[in-house]
Every structure is written in C-alpha cells, then in structure tokens.
C-alpha cells in the first residue's frame, strides 16, 4: 500500500474520489430527506434510487468508448463541471424560495449526478490502472474503494448534521463548496496518456466488438450477471434506511445520517485490510463472499427493532460490500485487454445501470 500512496499522481486521483464520493453522498441523502419530508411516500423515495441510475444504461457503453479514445482527466473534468452546475441551479432555486421545489426537480438533480457518475467511472477507474500498472492495481483498487467509503461515511454524517443544524440550504451551499473544490483539484491530475490502436473503429462496432468480446469470457459473464442480481436485489434496500430510521427506530436526520453511513465504516475496515495485504489472491472467492454477505445481512437487518443493531449489522454488511466493490472492478479490468478497458468499465455500469431501478 506504502508504494502505491507514494505515488504523487494516484494520490491526487484518490483525493478527487475521495471529495467526489463525499459530495455524491451528501447531496443523496440530502435529496431523499427532502422527498421524504415533501411527499411521505416511499414509492418516491425508491425513485430517488431509481432516476440516480437510470441514465446508466443509456450512456455507460458510449462513456466506456470515450474512457478509450479521449485523455481521461478531461472527461473528469467535464462530469465535475456538470456537477456544479446542477447544484448550483438548485440551490439557487432554493434560495429564491424554497416553497418551488417539487418532487420532480429532486429526480432530475439525482439523474444529473448519475449521469456525471457513468461519465466519470470508467475514466477514473482506467486512469488509476494506467498510474500503477497491473502489478499494483488490486491494492490500488482497494484504496480507491476506502476513498469511497472515506466519502460515504463522511457525506452522510455532515448532511445530516448539517440539515438538522443549517437546513436545505446551509447542506447546499457547502455542497457547492465541496463540489466546486473537486473540479479545481481536478486540474492537477496528471494521468499517463495510452496510446489507442492506430485505426480508429466506428463508436457501433468498437462497442459491438466490446460486448462480443465479454460475451466469450465466461468469467466476464458470470461478473456481470451477480453485478444486476445484487443491484437488482441487494443494494437497493439501502435507499430506504431514512425511512426506516425516522419511521421504525424514531431517530431525528442526525442519527439516520450516521446509519446511512454506517455500511462505509465496514467498507472502510475491509478495504483496508485488502489495501495492507500482499499479493491478494482468490479475487473470485472474495467476491462470491461479498455477494453472500450483503444479500444475507440486507434480509435481516430491515427486522431490528433497535438503532444500535441495526448499524451493528450495516457495519458487518460493508465489509462484505469492499470485497463485491473491490474484485468486481479487479476481475474485470485483469480479464480485459488494455484498449478495450474502459467500454468494459463501461459495460459493468451498464449493468449496474440496468439492475438498480429494478430494484
């Protein structure tokens, strides 16, 4: 792990995932409280979740041909610009009067940054296998996964605090700050540029030949079968904590914001332990693990009566979650070619793009 944080260019990488994921968390539970408190509906709390993915399998493929052909720094930088946009317009929405806001604006400020993530994903996670090579890219990987939890802990708990302290407004002008921070540090990537194939194929057939080529690993196949299952049946519960917090434990916007992030403090332990371990093998067996401990610890923890049990058992559930998260980005990027890693990243959110609003 020493030798891959030593790297002055994965550092500034991992800092930009770091202070994304924070400012993707906050701003998630930010808007599903706030459709909470405006509707009282947990069918449209779910379709906080649903309208976040669904512009995944629409655009992932096309972002994972980009991811190949275009410097990547710059494609983070674009997703980034949108996202500060969309803040901006909402937040300047609520300032203006706050009484505006209806349902359908939260939808399309959650389809936004969705779409900023299916445009970022398959360029960060490319651009961190070409700052550390193979040799070093599950450790790398884990470490990305603990920036992720670094941020799913961290966004959770401050929107939380900040909601209950500052209201909409007050979490969504340091949204803002956090969001706008990111796109300047964004500025100091340094990302080694791959050089493609000399012939340039059509966008069609370089994605057709992308599917075929996964379509022909059974590994691949298998990968992004349990990729929708799991989206499809597992991960999806997790939208439903606030609920479940405020109507089922009794617990103000603080505390749900800890419960939310409570899954992050178990990722953040298993990542860590996969960050220090050398020469980590069975990456299958891991993730097969993860896959069980989710769907496993997704069933029972929606029956604890108690708030400590709860996050007890969110904790144990995000350990598991490094494993799935870690090996699901590994197996992929080790069964695929160079030139064709980023449409394969971006058949991966394709997939779990099409899962998530099923679930």
Known sequence: MGSVLQNADFRVIW???????????????????????????????????????????????????????????????????????????????????????????????????GLTKAIEDPSRRTAIFDIVGQGRLVNALSLDVISNNIGKMTGPIVGGILLDTAGFMGAYVFLLVVHVSNLGLMTRLRIPSYQGPAHIEPVLRSLRVAVRYAWGSPVLVGLFYITIVMNALAFPVQQFIPAIGRDQLGVGVTLVGLLVAADGFGQLAGAGIMAITRDLRYHGRIFVLGCGGVLLIGVIFVWSPWYALTFGLLTVSGVAQSGFSTMQSAITMLATPHDMRGRMMGLLSVCIGVGTPLG
């Open 15 to 113: 800092y930009v995932g770091s202070l994304g994921e924070v400012g993707r968390r906050m701003e998630l539970l930010v808007l599903s409280w706030l459709v909470l408190q405006l509707t009282d509906s947990y069918f449209q709390l779910g379709l906080v979740l649903a309208f976040n993915n669904l512009s995944r399998p629409m655009v992932s493929m096309f972002t994972g041909y980009i991811a190949d052909r275009f410097p990547r720094g710059r494609i983070l930088i674009a997703g980034q610009a949108l996202n500060v946009l969309t803040t901006a317009a909402l937040l300047a929405v609520i300032a203006y009067d706050f009484d505006l806001i209806k349902p359908w604006h939260v939808f399309g400020a959650v389809f936004v940054q």
